[in-house]
């Protein structure tokens, strides 16, 4: 079934499948792809930005040094196929060294078609990568803290006999978000091409949305992901504007497509959805000797997320209030990270007001 249902990757509003061969390789890197509409030296020559030299013609890529293995392939197989089967020669910089790839050839359709795989193989990799980045709303203003405190206070006073619940699966309350979109950003140009999307961003629809003001924002009321409030993974407290207009997802839907559209974020959904994180199975911590011992010897065994009972929390707190907040910036946040004031990281700013 996979030969008749082929993954497919987009690439700048083009579609690709990847090419099921019959023979097997043992790493990750022997993966082959082919352009959709047929051999990828079909592809329209508009495309990309290729020169005519002296000798042929030449084309340049910008590639993350993380991704480089990729394209190499094992004892540089990948890379001698797609230089034998596109009659071209690929120039990549040294291991752990910023820079172009550079593809030459004496036919313009073959340079074509060796740039076209790099693409393909380049995204369908990156995809595997671990997010690094996020766009955020902060939400750890004082007051929304507090009350989450409070919150949390009152769970494990009337809830912590239900099953799963504990201390440990509560949201750091300086790092209480609103999550617009996560972002895989392996360089420090990939980082800034990222902040320059955000400035556009305020140039092209932020201003003209917000109108020079604040987003009045109202945090209230619990929810949660799944489908049976007695296993539960997240429990996130609902946000919406004051005024009961939709400026607040506008933005972060025009925010998400702008960023997918760049290619430096997957598409998940039609709609962002606008939810602050409060507690969450990940974040649980056993204390077991067993725990213990694999934290001593290195071990991270794989283990199914515990799930928590969250009947009587939703019941007792459906309508907690935690406060309102002003909210004037989006962050490029940086993952597992902490600034001074106990927040991520923050790569780059957008302020609206």
Same mark, same amino acid.
């Given at each position: ?41 079909? &592809?329209?020559?508009?495309? @990309?930005?290729? =020169?005519?030299? !002296? $000798? ?8 993350? +040094? /993380? ?78 803290? &507090?009350?989450?405190?409070? @919150?949390?206070? =009152?769970?494990? !006073? $009337? ?8 201390? +440990? /699966? ?86 998400? =497509? ?12 039609? +709609? ?82």
């Amino acid at each position: 079934m996979e030969v008749l249902r082929p993954t497919l990757i987009r690439i700048g509003g083009r579609i690709y499948r990847k090419n099921l061969q019959q023979q097997s390789y043992p790493n990750e890197e022997e993966d082959d792809f082919y352009a959709g509409s047929g051999d990828p030296r079909d &592809e329209p020559y508009d495309a @990309f930005l290729v =020169e005519e030299t !002296e $000798k042929g013609f030449q084309c340049a890529v910008e590639v993350p +040094s /993380l991704l480089y293995k990729y394209i190499i392939g094992k004892k540089g197989e990948t890379k001698k196929r797609m230089e034998t089967e596109t009659r071209t020669s690929i120039s990549i910089p040294k291991p752990g060294m910023e820079g172009q790839i550079v593809i030459t050839g004496q036919q313009r359709s073959g340079v074509i078609s060796a740039r076209t795989r790099i693409d393909v193989l380049v995204e369908s990799f990156r995809k595997k990568q671990p997010f690094t980045h996020f766009l955020s709303f902060a939400l750890n203003q004082p007051v929304i803290q &507090e009350k989450f405190l409070q @919150f949390k206070e =009152e769970v494990l !006073e $009337k809830c912590s006999k239900d099953h799963g619940v504990s201390s +440990s /699966l509560f949201q750091n309350p300086a790092k209480l978000h609103l999550t617009i979109g996560t972002l895989v950003l392996l360089n420090e140009q990939e980082i800034q091409k990222a902040c320059e999307l955000l400035q556009k961003s305020k140039e092209d629809f932020t201003d003209k949305t917000v109108g020079g003001k604040p987003l009045t924002v109202e945090v209230a009321g619990i929810e949660y992901m799944n489908d049976d409030p007695a296993m539960i993974d997240v429990l996130y407290a609902k946000v919406h504007m004051k005024d009961g207009s939709d400026k607040l997802q506008l933005i972060a839907n025009r925010l998400m =497509e702008q960023f997918v559209s760049s290619g430096l974020m997957m598409k998940e959904w039609d +709609s962002v959805k606008l939810h602050a994180t409060i507690m969450n199975t990940l974040f649980r911590k056993e204390s077991n000797a067993e725990e213990q011992n694999n934290a001593i010897t290195g071990k991270l065994p794989f283990k199914e997320r515990e799930t928590f009972d969250g009947r009587n929390i939703l019941k007792v707190f459906e309508n907690f209030h935690f406060g309102e907040v002003q909210l004037n910036s989006v962050h490029l946040s940086q993952r597992f990270s902490t600034d001074s004031s106990g927040y991520y990281a923050t790569s780059g700013q957008l302020t609206f007001s």
